[in-house]
């Protein structure tokens, strides 16, 4: 079975930062890993829709952001291979949601329509 585990969301002042890390099990056994195919983050805060935050592609590495967050959001990994990551910085009201790890059936983008495997979520709640 797999699971993907969201960790290090939490209360932050406006301005402040977070690093959100996630790890994934199981996907060995269907023969997969976390990085064979587009990885990314998604949000989504009560009563709003699922917003794209950030995405390392499969294929060669690149990284999309969306605009709401570009220059302030860093994903990444780390050399094993084996966690990503969400660097938030000069953090936002509006950038309260909770926030999923995805591992997405493309290769290269992260569709939401294509979303593979996800976690239970990590809350972010910025206050000003």
């Known amino acids: 079975q797999v699971q993907v585990m969201e960790s290090g969301g939490g209360p932050a002042q406006a301005g402040g930062s977070l690093r959100l890390s996630c790890t994934a099990s199981g996907l060995s056994l269907s023969g997969l890993t976390l990085f064979d195919s587009a990885v990314g983050w998604f949000r989504q805060d009560q009563g709003k829709e699922r917003e794209g935050v950030a995405c390392i592609s499969g294929m060669d590495d690149a990284t999309y952001y969306a605009e709401s967050v570009k220059g302030r959001f860093t994903i990444s990994r780390d050399s094993a291979k084996t966690t990503l990551y969400l660097q938030m910085n000069s953090l936002k009201p509006e950038d309260t949601a909770m926030y999923f790890c995805?591992?997405?059936?493309?290769?290269?983008?992260?569709?939401?329509?294509?979303?593979?495997?996800w976690g239970q979520g990590t809350q972010v709640t910025v206050s000003s």
């Open positions: 995805a591992k997405y059936r493309d290769a290269e983008y992260c569709e939401l329509g294509k979303l593979n495997y």
